[in-house]
């Protein structure tokens, strides 16, 4: 018999199964030397979309059952739930470089450290001050630079000066957690110094509507400091995986995959779907994939909203 009064016996979707995965179980899969993340995707069978969502499983590299222990293969059926193996190679964290005033979304940022460049994403607001919206491990080092830090248009690795081309100040970031804490944002804010210096718009996209849910599969776009204006796919949602950063784990979760669609400089991009909406920040990639902080839980981390106008 099942209970009609309340949910706790309805059955899970398989959406609802993988992201449990993906949020829960993800040891299980992480813990084979060649695997780096697992996300909800699509199978593919000989390089077509089957449109059979799976686990979709992130490896180094794609090798065959009799190259690797028996203990380190992923199995083609996990808790009843197909796996798709797919190659990634190693994910890393990731060109408008000129001077621009005033300047949008997209561009070279940076702070006062010889290889601290990244992309300013957007503006944002919490009501009253306006702030750039960028990743933690660009803006403030990975919780390394203090507050009050500037930072500059362009980047210093693109000929930026703190004298002549600082347009804010570290506010705030969500700290990194290292050793595989669980993480679920790269982010960071600048307060703005002079709301003539920058554009509330995204260079060659223009204006964001508001925030958007990713969806498998669908089109989407971002605008960064090194590739410029690129298209892509995304390729999983809910993604769990694990970076390296100076010998230490970095965990991440709820994370958006997409196709390769960056380079590094282009870290702090907004990825916005085809009607303008926001859905992620894009913090990391891999030869492979594309790696993107859901906006809800950058903004909720934050407690701020993307100034459209």
């Known amino acids: 018999m099942i209970c009609k009064c309340c949910t706790c016996c309805k059955p899970l979707s398989i959406d609802e199964k993988i992201k449990y995965i993906c949020e829960n179980e993800y040891e299980y899969f992480l813990s084979k030397n060649n695997v780096v993340g697992i996300g909800l995707g699509y199978k593919l069978t000989k390089g077509f979309n089957t449109s059979q969502k799976c686990i979709k499983v992130f490896a180094r ?37 000129e001077k621009k005033r005033p300047v ?16 300013m994403g957007c503006l944002v607001t919490d009501g009253s001050d306006i ?7 660009v803006l403030s080092d990975m919780n390394f630079v203090p507050l009050g830090t500037p930072v500059m248009q362009p980047g210093p690795e693109d000929g930026g000066k703190v004298n002549t081309d600082t347009i804010a100040k570290l506010a705030k970031y969500v700290p990194i957690k290292f050793n595989k804490k669980e993480n ?21 996209i223009g204006y964001l509507k508001g925030i958007g849910k990713p969806n498998l599969e669908e089109g989407v776009k971002k ?37 390769d669609m960056a ?7 907004i990825l916005v779907d085809y ?35």
Do not use: C, W
Not at 131 to 137: C, D, I, K, W, Y
Not at 223 to 240: E, F, M, N, Q
């Open 104 to 119: 949008p979304g997209g561009y070279s940022i940076g702070i006062p450290l010889e290889t601290q460049t990244g992309t």
């Open 223 to 259: 605008v960064g400091r090194t590739t410029d204006l690129t298209v892509g796919k995304i390729s999983a949602v809910y993604a769990t995986y694990v970076l390296k950063y100076n010998d230490k784990d970095v965990l991440f979760k709820d994370q958006i995959f997409t196709t």
């Open 275 to 309: 009607k303008n909406y926001a859905i992620g920040l894009l913090m990391a990639g891999s030869e492979s994939f594309t790696i993107y902080n859901d906006i809800y839980n950058v903004l909720g981390n934050l407690k701020v909203n993307i100034l459209s106008k």
């Open 184 to 204: 679920y944002v790269d982010a960071a804010i600048a307060k703005v110094s002079d709301k003539k210096l920058v554009s509330a718009g995204i260079a060659f």
């Open 263 to 269: 380079d590094y400089g282009d870290s702090g991009a």
């Open 131 to 137: 702030f750039v919206l960028g990743n933690n491990h």
């Open 61 to 97: 590299k794609k090798v065959g059952n009799g190259e690797i222990p028996e203990a380190e293969l992923v199995p083609p059926i996990y808790k009843g739930i197909k796996t798709d193996v797919v190659q990634s190679g190693n994910i890393e964290f990731s060109k408008l470089s």
